[in-house]
């Protein structure tokens, strides 16, 4: 397997000392479907006549064009449900076929390694949809893999394996001398699953007892920002009595029956975890609570959103780029930046604050928000990098990372050519 290729923008981040996961997911609940998905650096919506609108970098958009789409291009009709990987995406449709396009470099479309772009570099991609399996009830895409869950109740992992995240102790059809195995095709995991997430490089999924079970890599930073790697080969249980599940980058959000939202993970360095602090990390068998009356949940790279029962949106962790829907916290986490050789900081909230009413569902990508109102209108805050806000690249600010300008928008600005379908 080639070196996956990262945007532009993600290498300077990077460059600067930020470690910035590199994808984002949503929340995974039985028999609710996502109808937005913010990631790395794309986004898919299922508008209200059920057809899939895509915007962002153009590999796992899917419109067959090669070109990055600052505005929504309608991909496919009769859609369900969508999931935004790292770089790839998928779909499930009405009559419950499961279709995937994007980044094919670790496996990750399950259709045997293949695509119908090869870039010249190593890079195998798919610019337009392909079916890959029947029978979908849930699907969730993460860093370079994929996992879904059949109406049986099967759950079945494919892609990148290098962080132990298919939970099938590290083993692939295909070994990589750098990044280790991966998996091409489909295979079982488990049985009777009823919702699944992927994060960057970990998983978590609910049986149909309520039990949440988790596996990957957990990299617990302690207070002091040394890291303690730990690998989860296979699932294990960590909760009982969860309703919903969300993994992002290095975070992960429980959603319980009750309607409480216990928060862990490894890093949380930018306050994501809402615990009020910056430091250190939790362990998915010892999350700590956060807030009650909660509907929904998303947990982004490094920023979480929570939807509470009377519409409320609360979020918290990075505000970077204005993913927070602001452009101040109640905090400042600094970093080293190696472009100026000096100190620089940027603000986190690390206990959620309230950002508006009347909201429906939420998605949290890499360093940006999406937001779905009540009354299907669409709303996106954060970084504007490769028009992944979906309104042609516009912001009311922008911010210069050694020499390249991120356009950002530090307050939920409405995108007026798109009304979601509701839950």
Known sequence: MKKRILSLSLALIMCLGLAVPASAHDMSKAGQANIVSASGNHTGLIDKNGSLWMWGLYKPVGNGLWKPAPVPAKV?????????????????????????????????????GIG??????????????????????????????????????????????????????????????IYGAYQTLPVKVLDNMVAVSCGSSHAAAIKTDGSMWWWGYLGVMSDNNSVSATYYAEPVKVMDNVAAVSCGGSHTAALKTDGSLWMSGGDNGWGQLGDSSSTGGRSPADPIKVMDGVAFVSCGGSHTAAVKTDASLWIWGSNEFGELGSSTGNAKVPYYNTVSASYDSFPVQTVPVKLMDGVSAISCGNSYTMIVKTDGSVWACGSNEVGKLGNNGKGNSSRDIGGYVITMQTTPMKIPTLTAKLK
């Open 116 to 177: 119908n772009i090869h870039d010249g570099e190593g890079g195998i991609y798919q610019d337009v949809p392909v079916k890959v399996m029947d029978k979908v009830a849930s699907v969730s895409c993460g860093d370079g893999y994929t996992a879904a869950i059949k109406t049986d109740g099967s759950l079945w992992m494919w892609g990148a394996n290098n962080d132990m995240q298919l939970g099938n102790n590290g083993v692939g059809n295909v070994q990589d001398e």
């Open 76 to 112: 496919l009709d009769n859609v369900v449900s969508v999931s935004s990987g790292s770089n790839h995406t998928a779909a499930i449709k009405t009559d419950g076929s499961l279709w995937m396009w994007g980044s094919n470099n670790s496996g990750e479309l399950g259709n045997g």
